[in-house]
Every structure is written in structure tokens, then in C-alpha cells.
T-cell receptor, first 114, second 115 residues
Framework: AQSVAQPEDQVNVAEGNPLTVKCTYSVSGNPYLFWYVQYPNRGLQFLLKYITGDNLVKGSYGFEAEFNKSQTSFHLKKPSALVSDSALYFCAVRATGGGNKLTFGTGTQLKVEL | KAGVTQTPRYLIKTRGQQVTLSCSPISGHRSVSWYQQTPGQGLQFLFEYFSETQRNKGNFPGRFSGRQFSNSRSEMNVSTLELGDSALYLC??????????????FGEGSRLTVL
């Protein structure tokens, strides 16, 4: 069975500084990895995904994620944080042949302060 | 392009009752997935439907069921409600197969409170 770990419940960063939200995964076969964001009282929004190819994946709103197979990690990054990036971020993994069944991490609350 | 629509947005039920939640996917999306979100358990996969057939199922008791209609709209039902069923139920639609797999478009959810 696949699993995802997000070791930080909350990440605080000053606006304009780079941000990193950590994610590690466990899955049999090739991983399909995703990041989603959830704003208060809203559903989740897709940010980016890794299926194959370049280890650095670019997504929406200036976010990117780095896939590291040897460390089984898929950390979310942004060079310069904005206050409006404050939200709950979820990492997810899908196993090969799993259709749209995603296993989500517990989420990391990102707080960007002025 | 209209997004995923879930109804009702909020509902309150009492233990032992049943509830039906509805989801209308984005036009052209034939896969509909359901997730339960709670503070304690986080996001958990319930089931996925594609072409009116259940394709994947999560680890939930048989009280949780769903179906999909020919127009891709989906419903989920929870019977004999328990206090622990209080949650935000999220529906997500997507294409299925190929590079778009796993790229889900979520509705705003149906918040169920069981008293």
C-alpha cells in the first residue's frame, strides 16, 4: 500500500522569502505524485504533478516541486512567498494502475507573514 | 466552464438516519471520485466511478455506497449514520487514463454534521 508523509504540520515564512513544504512517499512501482492546495472552506485545487521526466516540475502560481527518487521525496517550493499563498497544502501519491485513487498526506499549513 | 457542483453544501442529520449527497462533474469528465475529510483522519478515499462502474474502493464500511448515472453525475449514500461520519465530503471529477490521471478537480464539498 502507498503512503505519504508530511512531517511539518505548519510552516511559517516571511513574504518574499523562499518556501519549502516537505513530502516523502512510499509506493510500489513508479510513483505518480501530486500537490494540492486547500483554502479555507473550499475544496482542493490541483497545483502540479510528477509522472515521469524532469525531476523539477513547475506548476500553478509559481510553485514547483523537486522529485528525488533516492530520497523518496517530492518537496514543494516557491522562490518568493506571498501572503496569498497561505493555505493548507497536501501531497498525494497514486500507485500504478490506481486510477484516480489518491493517497493524501496529513497536510501542511503554510503561513506567510508580512 | 462550470466547475464541480456538490449539493447540499451543508446538512445536519441525527444518528441512524441516512443521507444522499450529489455531485455534478465538469462537462466532459467521466470519472468521479469521493473523499472524506475529517480533522482526525485527514483526506480518505471513498470510491471512484467511471462509466457508471465503481473502479476503486477505499476502506470504508458497507454503509457507504455510491453510484454514477449515464450523464456522469454521481451520488453517494451513507446509511445508519454515526457520529463519526461527521465530515466534509468532497467530490472530484477528472478525465481518466493517460497523462491527466490523478489531476482532480474538486467541488467545495458537502459538510455533514451528525448529532
Amino acid at each position: 500500500a502507498q503512503s505519504v508523509a508530511q512531517p511539518e504540520d505548519q510552516v511559517n515564512v516571511a513574504e518574499g522569502n523562499p518556501l519549502t513544504v516537505k513530502c516523502t512517499y512510499s509506493v510500489s512501482g513508479n510513483p505518480y505524485l501530486f500537490w494540492y492546495v486547500q483554502y479555507p472552506n473550499r475544496g482542493l485545487q490541483f497545483l502540479l504533478k510528477y509522472i515521469t521526466g524532469d525531476n523539477l516540475v513547475k506548476g500553478s502560481y509559481g510553485f514547483e516541486a523537486e522529485f528525488n527518487k533516492s530520497q523518496t521525496s517530492f518537496h514543494l517550493k516557491k522562490p518568493s512567498a506571498l501572503v496569498s499563498d497561505s493555505a493548507l497544502y497536501f501531497c498525494a501519491v497514486r500507485a500504478t494502475g490506481g486510477g484516480n485513487k489518491l493517497t493524501f498526506g496529513t497536510g501542511t499549513q503554510l503561513k506567510v507573514e508580512l | 466552464k462550470a466547475g464541480v457542483t456538490q449539493t447540499p453544501r451543508y446538512l445536519i442529520k441525527t444518528r441512524g438516519q441516512q443521507v444522499t449527497l450529489s455531485c455534478s462533474p465538469i462537462s466532459g469528465h467521466r470519472s468521479v471520485s469521493w473523499y472524506q475529510q475529517t480533522p482526525g483522519q485527514g483526506l480518505q478515499f471513498l470510491f471512484e466511478y467511471f462509466s457508471e462502474t465503481q473502479r476503486n474502493k477505499g476502506n470504508f464500511p458497507g454503509r457507504f455506497s455510491g453510484r454514477q448515472f449515464s450523464n456522469s453525475r454521481s451520488e453517494m449514500n451513507v446509511s445508519t449514520l454515526e457520529l463519526g461520519d461527521s465530515a466534509l465530503y468532497l467530490c472530484a471529477s477528472s478525465r481518466r487514463g493517460g497523462p491527466d490521471t490523478g489531476e482532480l478537480f474538486f467541488g467545495e464539498g458537502s459538510r455533514l454534521t451528525v448529532l
